[in-house]
């Protein structure tokens, strides 16, 4: 049974560029949450999507938007770059809308920004 | 708004050490609480969680009470192994609707020598 699974592992881009990342839920599951782990911090909660609609955000601006496909994987899209996005991004699938007690996590993406 | 405060690192122990890592939360409502470990290169792994006061989560060894009346959530083991040397944070998931979004702590550093 594959868990959650994330591309690319790493990244790196440059000031100003956007960026695509994708995540796979773990078989089943039917809600994505994204997280941005800045270094030496905790996970701090992007927005979550659930019957591809999103249905939560945290203060993040709205150059961070997403989508989630009827298959249920998820894209996280980020616009015009600062060095500030540099971070690992994680994705974490759950079901029934925001499980909190079963949330998986991906082994993340690692953006630089420079 | 809703935050969790844990103990700073870094630790470092022996093996066999006693081990205490100090969690605190601020929550309006009647949060569910969790620690997850993150081991180097990996995503967040659920250790424990405790869904109402008095509940004890463990989980391979780790323990943790939910304590209402100090808003605390204290991860402990009795004996620690080089195995588990990894980052813990501590989190809560307050139920306000269906507000299913995980809040962390900026997570400790354990590391265990031989």
């Known amino acids: 049974d594959a868990g959650v699974t994330q591309s690319p592992t790493h990244l790196i881009k440059t000031r100003g560029q956007q960026v695509t990342l994708r995540c796979s839920p773990k078989s089943g599951h039917d809600t994505v949450s994204w997280y941005q782990q800045a270094l030496g911090q905790g996970p701090q909660f992007i927005f979550q999507?659930?019957?591809?609609?999103?249905?939560q955000r945290g203060n993040f601006p709205d150059r961070f938007s997403g989508h989630q496909f009827p298959n249920y994987s998820s894209e996280l899209n980020v616009n015009a770059l600062l060095l500030g996005d540099s971070a690992l991004y994680l994705c974490?699938?759950?079901?029934?809308?925001?499980?909190?007690?079963?949330?998986?996590f991906g082994p993340g993406t690692r953006l630089t920004v420079t | 708004g809703d935050s969790v405060t844990q103990m700073e690192g870094p630790v470092t122990l022996s093996e066999e050490a006693f081990l205490t890592i100090n969690c605190t939360y601020t929550?309006?409502?009647?949060?569910?609480l969790f620690w997850y470990v993150q081991y180097p290169g990996e995503g967040l792994q659920l250790l424990l969680k405790?869904?109402?006061?008095?509940d004890k989560g463990s989980n391979k060894g780790f323990e943790a009470t939910y304590r209402k009346e100090t808003t605390s959530f204290h991860l402990e083991k009795g004996s620690v192994q080089v195995s588990d040397s990894a980052v813990y944070f501590c989190a809560l998931s307050d139920h306000k609707g269906s507000n299913y979004k995980l809040t962390f702590g900026k997570g400790t550093l354990l590391t265990v020598n031989p």
């Open positions: 999507y659930y019957e591809e609609e999103e249905r």
């Open positions: 929550a309006t409502g009647y949060p569910s």
């Open positions: 974490a699938s759950s079901l029934g809308g925001g499980n909190p007690y079963e949330q998986y």
């Open positions: 405790a869904t109402k006061a008095d």
